[in-house]
Protein backbone atom coordinates (compact mmCIF):
# COMPACT_ATOMS: atom_id res chain seq x y z
CA UNK A 1 0.00 0.00 0.00
CA UNK A 2 1.37 3.81 -0.99
CA UNK A 3 1.14 6.45 1.67
CA UNK A 4 1.21 9.10 0.37
CA UNK A 5 1.87 11.62 3.26
CA UNK A 6 4.98 8.56 4.58
CA UNK A 7 8.67 9.06 3.92
CA UNK A 8 11.07 6.88 5.64
CA UNK A 9 10.27 7.15 9.40
CA UNK A 10 12.56 9.54 11.18
CA UNK A 11 13.98 6.50 13.45
CA UNK A 12 14.11 9.20 16.52
CA UNK A 13 10.72 9.77 16.33
CA UNK A 14 9.61 5.96 16.61
CA UNK A 15 8.21 4.52 19.90
CA UNK A 16 10.20 1.55 21.32
CA UNK A 17 7.20 0.61 23.47
CA UNK A 18 4.69 -2.03 22.12
CA UNK A 19 0.91 -1.45 23.25
CA UNK A 20 -0.18 -4.33 25.30
CA UNK A 21 -3.03 -6.17 23.70
CA UNK A 22 -4.93 -5.86 26.44
CA UNK A 23 -5.14 -1.92 26.28
CA UNK A 24 -5.56 -2.06 22.83
CA UNK A 25 -8.99 -1.16 22.68
CA UNK A 26 -10.31 -4.39 22.65
CA UNK A 27 -7.85 -6.77 20.23
CA UNK A 28 -7.80 -10.01 21.10
CA UNK A 29 -5.01 -12.92 20.96
CA UNK A 30 -5.92 -15.91 19.22
CA UNK A 31 -4.23 -19.02 17.62
CA UNK A 32 -2.53 -17.95 14.43
CA UNK A 33 0.42 -19.04 12.55
CA UNK A 34 3.77 -18.06 13.60
CA UNK A 35 6.06 -16.44 11.21
CA UNK A 36 9.56 -16.33 9.97
CA UNK A 37 11.21 -12.51 9.91
CA UNK A 38 13.09 -11.63 7.25
CA UNK A 39 15.23 -8.33 7.02
CA UNK A 40 15.49 -7.06 3.70
CA UNK A 41 18.50 -4.90 4.11
CA UNK A 42 19.39 -2.06 2.27
CA UNK A 43 20.88 0.04 -0.90
CA UNK A 44 23.59 0.73 1.46
CA UNK A 45 22.13 3.41 3.82
CA UNK A 46 20.98 3.24 7.13
CA UNK A 47 16.92 2.25 6.39
CA UNK A 48 14.53 0.85 4.44
CA UNK A 49 10.67 0.62 4.40
CA UNK A 50 8.69 -2.50 2.05
CA UNK A 51 5.62 -0.94 0.31
CA UNK A 52 4.21 -3.95 -1.40
CA UNK A 53 4.44 -7.26 -1.85
CA UNK A 54 3.45 -9.92 -5.25
CA UNK A 55 2.53 -13.25 -5.33
CA UNK A 56 5.87 -14.65 -5.83
CA UNK A 57 7.36 -12.67 -2.60
CA UNK A 58 8.90 -10.29 -4.31
CA UNK A 59 9.08 -7.06 -2.29
CA UNK A 60 9.20 -3.46 -3.18
CA UNK A 61 10.28 -0.28 -0.83
CA UNK A 62 12.43 2.48 -0.79
CA UNK A 63 16.08 2.65 1.24
CA UNK A 64 18.41 4.97 1.49
CA UNK A 65 21.60 4.81 -0.67
CA UNK A 66 25.11 5.28 1.00
CA UNK A 67 24.90 8.66 -0.13
CA UNK A 68 22.00 9.29 2.20
CA UNK A 69 19.16 9.70 -0.75
CA UNK A 70 15.91 7.82 -1.53
CA UNK A 71 16.13 5.07 -4.04
CA UNK A 72 13.12 2.04 -4.90
CA UNK A 73 13.90 -1.68 -4.78
CA UNK A 74 12.51 -4.27 -5.90
CA UNK A 75 13.66 -7.95 -4.43
CA UNK A 76 13.55 -11.23 -6.36
CA UNK A 77 11.14 -13.66 -5.20
CA UNK A 78 11.58 -14.67 -1.75
CA UNK A 79 14.82 -13.08 -1.10
CA UNK A 80 16.59 -9.77 0.84
CA UNK A 81 17.78 -6.45 -1.31
CA UNK A 82 20.96 -7.44 -3.38
CA UNK A 83 22.88 -4.15 -4.02
CA UNK A 84 23.98 -4.68 -7.11
CA UNK A 85 20.60 -5.42 -8.75
CA UNK A 86 17.91 -4.12 -6.56
CA UNK A 87 18.11 -0.34 -7.16
CA UNK A 88 15.17 0.59 -9.55
CA UNK A 89 17.36 3.80 -10.57
CA UNK A 90 15.67 6.98 -11.29
CA UNK A 91 14.21 9.01 -14.27
CA UNK A 92 17.65 11.06 -14.53
CA UNK A 93 16.75 13.13 -11.17
CA UNK A 94 18.17 12.22 -7.47
CA UNK A 95 15.29 10.10 -5.86
CA UNK A 96 12.79 7.54 -6.82
CA UNK A 97 9.95 6.01 -4.74
CA UNK A 98 8.70 2.63 -5.45
CA UNK A 99 4.88 2.20 -4.52
CA UNK A 100 3.40 -1.30 -5.83
CA UNK A 101 4.29 -4.13 -8.03
CA UNK A 102 2.08 -6.86 -9.95
CA UNK A 103 3.04 -10.63 -10.87
CA UNK A 104 4.85 -9.86 -13.53
CA UNK A 105 7.34 -7.61 -11.51
CA UNK A 106 6.47 -4.16 -13.01
CA UNK A 107 6.62 -1.53 -10.19
CA UNK A 108 5.51 1.73 -10.32
CA UNK A 109 6.29 5.16 -8.39
CA UNK A 110 7.35 8.03 -8.61
CA UNK A 111 11.17 9.52 -9.50
CA UNK A 112 12.74 12.71 -9.96
CA UNK A 113 13.93 13.96 -13.60
CA UNK A 114 16.88 16.21 -14.38
CA UNK A 115 14.60 19.18 -13.63
CA UNK A 116 13.92 17.91 -9.81
CA UNK A 117 9.97 17.22 -10.48
CA UNK A 118 8.69 14.17 -10.09
CA UNK A 119 6.98 12.13 -12.39
CA UNK A 120 5.30 8.39 -12.72
CA UNK A 121 6.84 5.80 -13.66
CA UNK A 122 6.31 1.78 -14.59
CA UNK A 123 9.23 -0.31 -15.36
CA UNK A 124 9.12 -3.55 -17.79
CA UNK A 125 9.13 -6.56 -15.99
CA UNK A 126 12.21 -7.29 -13.20
CA UNK A 127 14.22 -4.38 -15.02
CA UNK A 128 15.54 -1.32 -14.04
CA UNK A 129 13.74 1.91 -14.62
CA UNK A 130 14.19 3.12 -18.35
CA UNK A 131 14.00 7.19 -18.56
CA UNK A 132 12.90 6.30 -22.60
CA UNK A 133 10.44 4.05 -21.85
CA UNK A 134 8.83 4.04 -18.21
CA UNK A 135 7.98 7.97 -17.82
CA UNK A 136 4.05 7.83 -17.12
CA UNK A 137 4.13 11.56 -18.22
CA UNK A 138 0.73 13.58 -17.24
CA UNK A 139 -2.38 15.44 -18.01
CA UNK A 140 -0.35 18.41 -19.67
CA UNK A 141 0.67 19.57 -16.03
CA UNK A 142 4.39 19.51 -14.33
CA UNK A 143 3.90 16.32 -12.25
CA UNK A 144 2.95 12.79 -11.87
CA UNK A 145 2.59 9.59 -9.11
CA UNK A 146 1.79 6.33 -9.72
CA UNK A 147 0.61 4.29 -6.85
CA UNK A 148 -0.89 1.09 -8.05
CA UNK A 149 -0.42 -1.72 -11.01
CA UNK A 150 -2.76 -4.52 -11.77
CA UNK A 151 -1.50 -7.63 -14.00
CA UNK A 152 -2.43 -6.39 -16.76
CA UNK A 153 -0.28 -3.45 -16.54
CA UNK A 154 -2.82 -0.35 -15.40
CA UNK A 155 -1.65 1.96 -13.57
CA UNK A 156 -3.28 4.21 -11.76
CA UNK A 157 -1.93 7.37 -9.25
CA UNK A 158 -2.09 11.15 -9.99
CA UNK A 159 -1.24 13.73 -12.81
CA UNK A 160 -1.46 17.17 -12.55
CA UNK A 161 -3.83 18.97 -15.64
CA UNK A 162 -2.60 21.61 -18.01
CA UNK A 163 -4.18 23.83 -14.42
CA UNK A 164 -1.82 21.46 -12.89
CA UNK A 165 -4.62 20.48 -11.01
CA UNK A 166 -3.86 16.96 -9.74
CA UNK A 167 -6.10 14.44 -11.13
CA UNK A 168 -6.43 10.40 -10.59
CA UNK A 169 -6.17 8.40 -13.61
CA UNK A 170 -6.41 4.54 -14.91
CA UNK A 171 -3.72 4.02 -17.89
CA UNK A 172 -4.58 1.62 -20.47
CA UNK A 173 -2.55 -1.74 -20.18
CA UNK A 174 1.07 -0.81 -20.45
CA UNK A 175 0.19 2.61 -22.08
CA UNK A 176 1.42 6.24 -20.53
CA UNK A 177 -0.87 8.84 -19.53
CA UNK A 178 -2.26 9.19 -23.30
CA UNK A 179 -5.10 9.34 -25.31
CA UNK A 180 -6.40 5.93 -23.59
CA UNK A 181 -6.06 6.85 -19.99
CA UNK A 182 -9.43 7.24 -17.71
CA UNK A 183 -9.43 10.49 -16.27
CA UNK A 184 -10.65 9.59 -12.86
CA UNK A 185 -10.19 12.87 -11.18
CA UNK A 186 -12.71 14.50 -13.89
CA UNK A 187 -15.52 12.42 -12.34
CA UNK A 188 -15.07 13.79 -8.96
CA UNK A 189 -16.98 16.37 -7.14
CA UNK A 190 -16.65 20.66 -8.41
CA UNK A 191 -14.75 22.58 -6.27
CA UNK A 192 -16.65 24.69 -3.81
CA UNK A 193 -13.72 27.19 -3.15
CA UNK A 194 -14.75 30.68 -3.94
CA UNK A 195 -12.51 32.16 -6.48
CA UNK A 196 -11.39 29.41 -8.08
CA UNK A 197 -12.25 28.92 -12.24
CA UNK A 198 -15.97 27.07 -12.89
CA UNK A 199 -16.00 23.59 -12.88
CA UNK A 200 -12.89 23.06 -11.50
CA UNK A 201 -13.01 19.83 -10.04
CA UNK A 202 -11.16 18.65 -6.16
CA UNK A 203 -8.08 17.22 -6.29
CA UNK A 204 -8.23 13.56 -6.76
CA UNK A 205 -5.01 10.65 -6.74
CA UNK A 206 -5.53 6.93 -6.97
CA UNK A 207 -4.24 4.31 -4.79
CA UNK A 208 -4.32 1.12 -5.75
CA UNK A 209 -5.79 -1.14 -8.34
CA UNK A 210 -7.50 -4.67 -8.88
CA UNK A 211 -7.60 -7.33 -11.84
CA UNK A 212 -10.98 -5.05 -12.85
CA UNK A 213 -9.78 -1.87 -13.06
CA UNK A 214 -11.59 -0.61 -10.11
CA UNK A 215 -9.63 1.36 -7.69
CA UNK A 216 -9.76 3.61 -4.88
CA UNK A 217 -8.03 6.61 -3.96
CA UNK A 218 -8.77 10.20 -2.57
CA UNK A 219 -10.27 13.09 -2.88
CA UNK A 220 -7.94 15.10 -1.87
CA UNK A 221 -9.24 19.00 -1.33
CA UNK A 222 -7.48 19.99 2.17
CA UNK A 223 -8.15 23.29 1.31
CA UNK A 224 -11.53 23.22 1.31
CA UNK A 225 -12.51 22.57 4.59
CA UNK A 226 -13.44 20.07 7.56
CA UNK A 227 -14.73 16.86 5.39
CA UNK A 228 -11.41 16.88 3.08
CA UNK A 229 -9.47 14.58 2.15
CA UNK A 230 -12.11 11.84 1.85
CA UNK A 231 -11.70 8.19 -0.03
CA UNK A 232 -13.32 7.42 -3.14
CA UNK A 233 -13.84 4.12 -5.05
CA UNK A 234 -14.39 4.05 -8.49
CA UNK A 235 -16.27 0.78 -9.49
CA UNK A 236 -17.67 -0.08 -12.74
CA UNK A 237 -17.41 2.83 -14.06
CA UNK A 238 -18.95 4.98 -11.13
CA UNK A 239 -16.96 7.07 -8.78
CA UNK A 240 -18.35 7.37 -5.25
CA UNK A 241 -17.57 9.26 -2.37
CA UNK A 242 -16.92 7.42 1.11
CA UNK A 243 -17.99 8.79 4.10
CA UNK A 244 -14.16 8.64 5.86
CA UNK A 245 -12.34 11.80 5.85
CA UNK A 246 -9.67 13.54 7.94
CA UNK A 247 -6.29 13.40 7.06
CA UNK A 248 -4.10 10.43 5.58
CA UNK A 249 -6.79 8.76 3.50
CA UNK A 250 -5.32 5.76 2.43
CA UNK A 251 -6.62 2.36 1.31
CA UNK A 252 -6.57 -0.84 -1.07
CA UNK A 253 -9.13 -3.14 -3.21
CA UNK A 254 -8.84 -6.66 -3.89
CA UNK A 255 -9.96 -9.08 -6.67
CA UNK A 256 -13.38 -9.52 -5.06
CA UNK A 257 -13.72 -5.49 -5.15
CA UNK A 258 -13.52 -5.60 -1.22
CA UNK A 259 -11.41 -2.93 0.32
CA UNK A 260 -10.44 -1.19 2.91
CA UNK A 261 -10.11 2.80 4.02
CA UNK A 262 -8.46 4.36 6.49
CA UNK A 263 -7.71 7.86 7.82
CA UNK A 264 -6.30 9.62 10.62
CA UNK A 265 -4.61 11.50 12.83
CA UNK A 266 -5.27 8.44 14.87
CA UNK A 267 -6.15 5.87 12.67
CA UNK A 268 -9.79 4.62 12.10
CA UNK A 269 -9.79 1.27 9.87
CA UNK A 270 -12.98 0.28 7.85
CA UNK A 271 -13.62 -2.94 5.21
CA UNK A 272 -16.10 -2.70 2.73
CA UNK A 273 -17.49 -6.01 1.58
CA UNK A 274 -20.87 -6.27 -0.76
CA UNK A 275 -21.01 -1.76 -0.63
CA UNK A 276 -21.04 -2.11 3.28
CA UNK A 277 -18.70 -0.58 5.72
CA UNK A 278 -17.55 -2.17 8.61
CA UNK A 279 -15.68 0.00 11.21
CA UNK A 280 -12.88 -2.71 12.03
CA UNK A 281 -10.31 -1.13 14.05
CA UNK A 282 -8.90 2.26 15.75
CA UNK A 283 -5.82 1.13 13.46
CA UNK A 284 -4.66 1.84 9.99
CA UNK A 285 -5.94 -1.39 7.66
CA UNK A 286 -3.41 -0.21 4.12
CA UNK A 287 -3.77 -3.50 2.21
CA UNK A 288 -6.02 -6.67 1.60
CA UNK A 289 -5.67 -9.78 -0.16
CA UNK A 290 -7.87 -11.42 -2.01
CA UNK A 291 -9.00 -13.73 1.14
CA UNK A 292 -9.61 -10.78 2.93
CA UNK A 293 -7.03 -10.37 5.31
CA UNK A 294 -5.92 -7.43 5.78
CA UNK A 295 -2.78 -5.35 7.24
CA UNK A 296 -1.63 -2.04 8.70
CA UNK A 297 -0.97 -0.49 12.17
CA UNK A 298 -2.05 0.70 15.29
CA UNK A 299 -1.17 4.14 16.39
CA UNK A 300 1.39 5.37 18.96
CA UNK A 301 0.84 6.66 21.84
CA UNK A 302 1.80 10.13 19.97
CA UNK A 303 0.72 9.07 16.66
CA UNK A 304 4.73 9.07 15.76
CA UNK A 305 4.57 7.22 12.89
CA UNK A 306 1.97 7.66 10.11
CA UNK A 307 0.62 4.23 9.69
CA UNK A 308 1.30 2.62 13.59
CA UNK A 309 3.75 1.70 15.71
CA UNK A 310 2.58 -1.96 16.06
CA UNK A 311 2.17 -4.27 13.33
CA UNK A 312 -1.35 -6.19 12.72
CA UNK A 313 -3.49 -8.62 10.89
CA UNK A 314 -6.69 -8.67 10.60
CA UNK A 315 -7.89 -12.43 9.79
CA UNK A 316 -10.91 -14.11 10.51
CA UNK A 317 -12.76 -11.40 11.91
CA UNK A 318 -9.68 -11.07 14.53
CA UNK A 319 -6.96 -8.62 14.69
CA UNK A 320 -3.63 -10.03 15.80
CA UNK A 321 -0.65 -7.65 16.92
CA UNK A 322 2.23 -9.62 14.73
CA UNK A 323 5.03 -8.87 17.16
CA UNK A 324 3.71 -11.38 19.33
CA UNK A 325 3.59 -14.17 16.27
CA UNK A 326 7.73 -13.96 15.81
CA UNK A 327 10.25 -15.30 17.92
CA UNK A 328 10.77 -13.54 20.88
CA UNK A 329 14.50 -13.80 20.63
CA UNK A 330 14.23 -12.20 17.01
CA UNK A 331 15.07 -8.22 18.19
CA UNK A 332 12.43 -6.80 15.95
CA UNK A 333 9.67 -4.52 17.14
CA UNK A 334 6.98 -4.37 14.06
CA UNK A 335 5.89 -1.02 13.62
CA UNK A 336 3.62 -1.38 10.38
CA UNK A 337 2.98 -4.25 8.07
CA UNK A 338 2.52 -2.15 4.38
CA UNK A 339 1.04 -5.49 2.40
CA UNK A 340 0.27 -8.87 2.32
CA UNK A 341 -0.16 -11.32 -1.07
CA UNK A 342 -2.51 -14.33 -1.55
CA UNK A 343 0.27 -16.36 -0.05
CA UNK A 344 -0.02 -14.92 3.31
CA UNK A 345 3.20 -13.19 3.16
CA UNK A 346 3.17 -9.90 4.80
CA UNK A 347 5.60 -7.20 4.41
CA UNK A 348 6.23 -3.92 6.46
CA UNK A 349 8.80 -1.98 8.17
CA UNK A 350 10.29 -1.68 12.31
CA UNK A 351 13.17 -1.58 13.92
CA UNK A 352 16.09 -3.61 14.57
CA UNK A 353 19.14 -3.17 16.39
CA UNK A 354 17.96 0.40 16.32
CA UNK A 355 17.39 0.60 12.48
CA UNK A 356 14.58 1.07 10.71
CA UNK A 357 14.31 -1.87 8.20
CA UNK A 358 11.81 -3.67 5.63
CA UNK A 359 10.74 -7.06 6.54
CA UNK A 360 9.18 -10.01 4.96
CA UNK A 361 7.19 -12.47 6.99
CA UNK A 362 7.15 -15.77 5.92
CA UNK A 363 3.83 -18.34 7.46
CA UNK A 364 5.04 -22.12 8.12
CA UNK A 365 6.16 -23.97 4.95
CA UNK A 366 2.94 -25.84 4.51
CA UNK A 367 0.29 -22.72 5.13
CA UNK A 368 2.68 -21.69 2.24
CA UNK A 369 2.25 -24.47 0.32
CA UNK A 370 -1.69 -25.11 0.55
CA UNK A 371 -2.02 -21.14 -0.55
CA UNK A 372 -1.02 -23.03 -3.90
CA UNK A 373 -4.31 -25.57 -4.04
CA UNK A 374 -6.88 -22.78 -4.66
CA UNK A 375 -4.59 -20.94 -7.54
CA UNK A 376 -3.54 -24.58 -9.16
CA UNK A 377 -7.90 -24.74 -9.23
CA UNK A 378 -8.04 -21.52 -10.80
CA UNK A 379 -5.82 -21.45 -13.73
CA UNK A 380 -7.82 -24.37 -15.78
CA UNK A 381 -5.22 -27.60 -15.94
CA UNK A 382 -6.22 -30.46 -17.26
CA UNK A 383 -7.89 -33.01 -14.08
CA UNK A 384 -4.72 -35.20 -14.56
CA UNK A 385 -2.51 -33.12 -13.90
CA UNK A 386 -4.22 -30.69 -11.55
CA UNK A 387 -4.47 -33.92 -10.06
CA UNK A 388 -1.47 -34.75 -9.68
CA UNK A 389 0.41 -31.41 -8.55
CA UNK A 390 -2.70 -31.06 -5.98
CA UNK A 391 -1.67 -35.05 -4.35
CA UNK A 392 2.13 -34.51 -4.64
CA UNK A 393 1.38 -30.73 -2.39
CA UNK A 394 -1.12 -32.77 0.30
CA UNK A 395 1.40 -35.34 0.75
CA UNK A 396 3.99 -32.50 1.34
CA UNK A 397 1.90 -30.41 3.16
CA UNK A 398 0.83 -33.80 5.55
CA UNK A 399 4.63 -34.56 5.64
CA UNK A 400 5.22 -31.12 6.97
CA UNK A 401 2.66 -30.71 10.09
CA UNK A 402 4.12 -34.53 11.24
CA UNK A 403 7.70 -32.95 11.27
CA UNK A 404 8.47 -35.06 8.63
CA UNK A 405 11.13 -32.88 6.99
CA UNK A 406 13.12 -35.43 4.58
CA UNK A 407 9.81 -36.75 2.80
CA UNK A 408 8.69 -33.31 2.95
CA UNK A 409 11.74 -32.25 0.80
CA UNK A 410 11.59 -35.34 -1.82
CA UNK A 411 7.68 -34.02 -2.72
CA UNK A 412 8.00 -30.55 -3.23
CA UNK A 413 11.33 -31.42 -5.31
CA UNK A 414 8.81 -33.56 -7.02
CA UNK A 415 6.47 -30.90 -7.36
CA UNK A 416 9.36 -28.37 -8.57
CA UNK A 417 10.44 -31.59 -11.24
CA UNK A 418 6.69 -31.99 -12.37
CA UNK A 419 5.98 -28.11 -12.84
CA UNK A 420 8.95 -27.69 -14.74
CA UNK A 421 7.98 -30.53 -17.05
CA UNK A 422 4.58 -28.70 -17.82
CA UNK A 423 5.95 -25.08 -18.41
CA UNK A 424 4.88 -23.81 -21.55
CA UNK A 425 2.88 -26.50 -22.05
CA UNK A 426 -0.27 -26.56 -20.33
CA UNK A 427 1.70 -23.97 -17.49
CA UNK A 428 2.70 -20.51 -18.59
CA UNK A 429 5.91 -19.37 -17.39
CA UNK A 430 4.15 -16.90 -15.50
CA UNK A 431 2.23 -19.69 -13.92
CA UNK A 432 4.81 -21.85 -13.24
CA UNK A 433 7.28 -19.14 -11.73
CA UNK A 434 4.45 -18.66 -9.35
CA UNK A 435 4.33 -21.92 -8.13
CA UNK A 436 7.86 -22.52 -8.15
CA UNK A 437 8.39 -19.66 -5.92
CA UNK A 438 6.17 -21.30 -3.07
CA UNK A 439 8.40 -24.28 -3.13
CA UNK A 440 10.97 -22.22 -2.93
CA UNK A 441 9.93 -20.23 0.02
CA UNK A 442 8.67 -23.07 1.40
CA UNK A 443 11.97 -25.00 1.34
CA UNK A 444 13.76 -21.98 2.60
CA UNK A 445 12.12 -22.28 5.70
CA UNK A 446 12.42 -25.89 6.36
CA UNK A 447 15.35 -26.54 8.66
Not at 26 to 39: F, K, L, M, P, W
Not at 155 to 163: H, K, L, N, P, Q
Not at 171 to 196: C, E, F, K, R
Not at 240 to 268: C, E, K, W, Y
Request: charged share 10%; glycine share 12%.
Amino acid sequence: MRLPNCRLPDISRIHHALLALSLAGGYVSAQVTSYTVHDLGTLGGTASQATAINRLGQVVGNSTTASGQHHGFRTAPNLSINLLSDDLATLGGLETYAAAINTSGQVVGRSMLGTRIFHGFRTAPNTFINMGTDDLGTFGGLSSDASGINDSGQVTGGADTFTNRLHAYRTAPNHPIDGTTLDVGALAPLSPVPGTFFGTTIPTYGLRINSSGNLVGVIRGQDIGPSYPQGFVYLDGTLTSLNIVNFGVFGAINDRNQFVMSSGPHGTGFLWSNGTPTKICDCYLVDINNSGQAVGGIPGPADSNCCGDTAILFSGGVIYNLNNFIPTNSGWVLNAATAINDRGQIAGYGLINGQTRAFRLDPPPADLLAAEIPFLDSIGLPAGILNALQNILNAAQAALRRGDTAPARGEIGAFENMVRAQTNKVLTFDQASQLLSAADAALQELP
